[in-house]
């Protein structure tokens, strides 16, 4: 072998290395956030259906604040207190950040007021135990209409154009130095019989028009 060539093997063994380096010092962890999220999703509809058992079968969505529910906070600034009244059957704040959550202020560390812009999930108004494919909850990372949503009151009928955002569960194939791809966008949802779905955007706009809505009305707290 000559110099040249030696140097030619060198050079592919060192450019194979620096590929596969950065995959092996910093592992995906978007799959273990992933599983957290739904985790966290499954206690949030056990705790929604227990409470919903210590209260005359209604969730706090359906009872009035004097009553001890949040009928009358869903369409303003205080829909997050919905999962204050719950605070018994959550146990800790921590269930209602999802770990892949970039767009929120981190998690709460308690049920007061510091819960108010740490919740990563949606409320679904309608929600009801007659009706198993209601929208209960769900990661709040969609868009309408190509727009991200804000807190308050989103109203979607079954031909409104929704989406996951790509700022949360998503697939992305990356190289080092050619590209970054975002190739799956995904999100989770809670139905109203307290089970949770992956759902990718058609699945989410089928959800809609597996409801039997007229309208969908979620709280983004």
Known sequence: MTLVEAIVVIFVIAFLVLMILPAIINPPHHHGAYVNCINNLKQLGLAYRIWEGDNGDKYPMERSVTNGGTMEL??????????????????????????????????????????????????????????????????????????????????????????????????????????????????????????????SNPGLTNWLQKTGLATNRLAIP
């Open 74 to 199: 869903l369409g303003g600034p205080d829909a997050w207190k919905t999962f204050q009244v719950m605070s018994n059957e959550l146990s800790t704040p921590k269930i209602l950040f999802c770990p892949q959550d970039s767009g929120h202020a981190g998690c709460a560390t308690n049920f007061g007021d510091d819960l108010k812009n740490k919740i990563s999930y949606f409320i679904g108004l309608d929600a009801s135990e007659a009706n198993p494919n209601l929208l209960m909850s769900g990661d709040d990372h969609f868009l309408v209409n190509n727009a991200p949503v804000k807190p308050g009151l989103v109203e979607m009928t079954a031909n409104t154009s929704i989406a996951w955002g790509t700022n949360r569960h998503v697939s992305v194939e990356t190289h080092k130095w050619v590209f970054k791809k975002v190739t799956g966008v995904w999100g989770n949802i809670v139905l109203a019989d307290g089970s949770v779905q992956s759902v």
